[in-house]
């Protein structure tokens, strides 16, 4: 079953603007991560964010979580034509340690 | 360190054949994952190895779908016979402890069946 969801689906910016995309989720969870795939390319981990935390910085990154309504945040500051990627948020489903992703926020970063 | 590899990149094939789609986890890493993600939809999550034991394969959309990893190391999904359904990107990631939270993802392989 799907678990996160993304919006906006597709997000275009001006470079040097910032870039929000949000995620909500629909049951409890120990942590939330965020992961960024370029075009033709892997999936990369960006930042993990635990249950017990409100915000986490990494960078130019910015993720916050708010677990009574169940959805989380990615802010990229000062986005560069290189952050033009797809953003998922992914949560962890069973006890195995699978993946539960989003459909993803498409991010396009204009120079 | 290499990363997590996947061959082919691409693969096109006609409704019917088979395709035997491979990934090399990153050394020492006892957990690897197979994912998919289908055009337009979210990645969904196919199956799980622990070393070469099958610990879930509950997201295996049908007996179509047959994965192995023999010996721990590699893992093979064939798919047999392709159906126009599915056709997409197959994701493999590593990790080196399970609930290590960090996966380490491949490069993709698409599959496009015609």
């Known amino acids: 079953s799907q678990q996160g969801e993304e919006d906006p689906q597709a997000l275009s910016i001006q470079e040097g603007e910032n870039a929000t995309m949000n995620c909500s989720y629909k049951t409890s969870i120990n942590n939330l991560q965020w992961y960024r795939q370029n075009s033709g390319r892997g999936l990369v981990h960006l930042i993990l964010i635990r249950s017990n935390e409100r915000e986490k910085h990494s960078g130019r990154l910015r993720v916050t979580l708010d677990t009574s309504k169940k959805s989380s945040s990615l802010l990229i500051t000062a986005s560069r034509a290189a952050d033009t990627a797809s953003y998922f948020c992914?949560?962890?489903?069973?006890?195995?340690?699978?993946?539960?992703f989003g459909k993803g926020t498409k991010l396009s970063v204009k120079p | 360190e290499a990363g997590v590899t996947q061959f082919p990149s691409h693969s096109v094939i006609e409704k019917g054949q088979t395709v035997t789609l491979r990934c090399d986890p990153i050394?020492?890493?006892?957990?690897l994952y197979w994912y998919r993600r289908v055009m337009g939809k979210e990645i969904k999550f196919l199956l799980h190895?622990?070393?070469?034991?099958?610990?879930?394969e509950s997201g295996m959309p049908n007996n179509r779908f047959l994965a192995e990893r023999t010996g721990g190391t590699y893992s093979t999904l064939k798919v047999q016979p392709a159906e126009l359904e599915d056709s997409g990107v197959y994701f493999c990631?590593?990790?080196?402890?399970?609930?290590?939270?960090?996966?380490?993802f491949g490069p993709g392989t698409r599959l496009t069946v015609t």
């Open positions: 990631a590593s990790s080196q402890h399970l609930l290590a939270y960090e996966q380490y």
């Open positions: 050394s020492g890493h006892d957990n």
């Open positions: 992914a949560t962890v489903g069973g006890s195995q340690g699978n993946l539960i």
């Open positions: 190895f622990v070393k070469e034991s099958k610990q879930d």
